[in-house]
């Protein structure tokens, strides 16, 4: 898990992410369908590339246990405890 910039920059991964975490803070307090709701907007200003990237990485996350603390980013198969 890394906090902050990805490789110290703005990049769009690192935008992505923030997007994601957006999301699974939103999941939590209000639950999936509203999730759902946010990302059928975004599909309708972004189109479904962008929306598909961000549903699966939403549900990756959210199986992953993570619920949007920014900095949280899981990768599959590795262990994830806070020191």
């Known amino acids: 898990m890394g906090k902050g910039l990805i490789n110290g920059d703005c990049s769009e991964e690192y935008r992505h992410r923030c997007e994601v975490w957006e999301l699974l803070r939103l999941g939590a307090a209000k639950g999936h369908l509203a999730v759902d709701a946010r990302i ?36 599959l198969g590795l262990n994830h405890a806070k020191s």
């Open 40 to 75: 059928l907007r975004i599909e309708e200003k972004r189109g479904a590339k962008s929306a598909n990237r961000l549903r699966a990485d939403y549900k990756t996350q959210w199986r992953a246990g993570n619920r949007g603390t920014h900095g949280d980013w899981r990768e």
